[in-house]
Structure formats: C-alpha cells, structure tokens
C-alpha cells in the first residue's frame, strides 16, 4: 500500500521568510504532484514531476523531486500573505496512471 | 479551455430523495474521476473513467452510480445517501497520452444530506 505523508501538517510564517515543506512516499512512484487548495475551493495544480533531481519553479515555489530517497519538497522563499493556502502532495503508485494518493495536506498561515 | 465545469455548486438533499452532480470538460481528456473531500482531510478518490468505460471503483457503495455518456460528461448519481456523504464533491479529468497524465479540477459541488 503506497503511503504519503507531509510535514509539516500547520505552518505559520512570517513575510519574507523562507521555509520547506517535506513529502515523503512509501513505494516507488512514477510521478509526484503538488496542488494548492484555497479554503472552500477546487485543486490547482502546481507542479509536476516527473524524474529523479526534477526541479520547477514558478514564482516563489520550487519543487524537486528524490526518487531514491523517495522524498518530494515544496519550497517557499520569501513568503507572502497570497500563499496561504493547503498544499497538497499526491503520488502515483508505479505501474498506475490514474489513481492518486494524497498527504493529509500542509495548511500553510503567512502572517504580516 | 482548460476548465472542468460541474454543476450544481450546492445541493442539499434528503435521505430519500435522488440527484446527479454533473461534471464536463472540453479539453479532449479521455480520463475522468470522480473525488469527495471531507472538510480538512484530502480528496479521497472514488471512481475512475478511461475512454468512458470504468476503470477503477474504490469500494464505494452502491448509493453512488456513476456514469460517463461521453467523452466529455461525467454524472454521479445519488439515491439514499446518508448524513455522513456530506461532503465537497470533486470532479477532474486527465490526458491519457501523455505521460504527466496531470489532473485538473473542477469547482466542486459542495453536498449537505439531511
């Protein structure tokens, strides 16, 4: 059974702070993907990745990806009030294409 | 386009009573699912469609039916749900020749049973 777990679960932040937020699965993985969830709203999308020392970035988020060690990061720089937000990890079990398994979830508080 | 559409937003429903939750998508994918999400938890997966035909149910009991009319119609039909099925009602559609196979949400349909 493929296992995700995030940590950690509650960050708060202060503005212009940097921090990680830390995913690791349990069996090999094909892919691994980060969503961002706004209280009472759908999944967005984030990254994508897709191969061992894969690295995205879009704004202030830079993910990568460790297949070896099986261990995905989400990291924030500089952070700003607009990400506060749930983020969510979900891996494929390899040999699957379609059913994700998600991490309980970082709710990340950027406070002034 | 690259939006998943699902109506209605809300819904509140008996225990008795029947209802559909209505997912569509205009991106060509031919891989649909069906989420619910409690509140605070993550999105639980509960059906998945391939070329319209089922491909994966997660042992999820009778009360939902879904159902996949065409390539870009995703229903979930409801009938005798229970208080605890109240939930956030997710629908998302993926590619299936590429190979991120990235999923993208719908808005949700927010279920309150009664």
């Known amino acids: 059974e493929l296992k995700v777990e995030q940590n950690p679960l509650f960050l708060s932040m202060q503005e212009g702070k940097n921090y990680t937020i830390y995913c690791n699965y349990s069996t090999t993985s094909d892919r691994l993907y980060w969503y961002r969830q706004d209280p009472g709203k759908s999944l967005e999308s984030l990254f994508v990745l897709l191969s061992n020392g894969a690295v995205k970035q879009e704004g202030r988020l830079m993910a990568s990806l460790d297949t070896k060690a099986r261990l995905s990061t989400l990291h924030i720089t500089a952070a700003v009030h607009d990400l506060s937000a749930t983020y969510f990890c979900?891996?494929?079990?390899?040999?699957?294409?379609?059913?994700?398994?998600f991490g309980k979830g970082t709710l990340l508080t950027v406070n002034p | 386009d690259t939006e998943v559409t699902q109506t209605p937003k809300h819904l509140v429903m008996g225990m008795t009573n029947k209802k559909s939750l209505k997912c569509e998508q205009h991106m060509g994918h031919r891989a649909m699912y069906w989420y619910k999400q409690k509140a605070k938890k993550p999105p639980e997966l509960m059906f998945v469609?391939?070329?319209?035909?089922?491909?994966i149910n997660e042992s999820v009991p009778s009360r939902f039916s879904p159902e996949c009319p065409n390539s870009s119609l995703l229903n979930l039909h409801l009938h005798a749900l229970q208080p605890e099925d109240s939930a956030l009602y997710l629908c998302?559609?993926?590619?299936?020749?590429?190979?991120?196979?990235?999923?993208?949400f719908g808005p949700g349909t927010r279920l309150t049973v009664t």
């Open positions: 469609y391939s070329y319209e035909k089922l491909s």
């Open positions: 998302a559609s993926s590619q299936t020749r590429t190979v991120s196979y990235e999923q993208y």
């Open positions: 979900a891996v494929v079990l390899a040999g699957s294409n379609y059913k994700l398994t």
